[in-house]
Nanobody, 124 residues
Framework: QVQLVESGGGLVQAGGSLRLSCAAS????????MGWFRQGPGKEREFLAA????????DYADSVKDRFSIFRDNAKNTVFLQMDSLEPEDTAVYYC?????????????????WGLGTQVTVSS
């Protein structure tokens, strides 16, 4: 499995931006798709964004597609989530995940390695 560690969360005002990072170690990172998910208070885990092994394909949840951007740096074994125009509804624990294959898509069952998460809190 791939070991994943998220960072970059914190407290931000509505309308602000954050960039989350997910550093990977262990088994091959560059050949695997990556994804970002989140879980808000009292809510189920929610898909946000996915990226293919080489960054050539991306997919986003409708709720974030105009505000969030996923990208990766395979040389640094890192995937990023740029979050702009944040809203209080974006408050959640954010998780990155490594897919079983070159592209994981939106379904969480397609991912077999998960980080412990980073808290993002957006104040109004």
């Amino acid at each position: 499995q791939v070991q994943l560690v998220e960072s970059g969360g914190g407290l931000v005002q509505a309308g602000g931006s954050l960039r989350l990072s997910c550093a990977a170690s262990g088994r091959i990172f560059s050949g695997r798709g990556m994804g970002w998910f989140r879980q808000g208070p009292g809510k189920e885990r929610e898909f946000l964004a996915a990226i293919s092994w080489n960054g050539g394909s991306t997919d986003y949840a409708d709720s974030v597609k105009d505000r969030f951007s996923i990208f990766r740096d395979n040389a640094k074994n890192t995937v990023f989530l740029q979050m702009d125009s944040l809203e209080p509804e974006d408050t959640a624990v954010y998780y990155c995940a490594a897919a079983r294959s070159a592209y994981g898509g939106f379904h969480s069952l397609n991912y077999d390695s998960w980080g412990l998460g980073t808290q993002v809190t957006v104040s109004s």
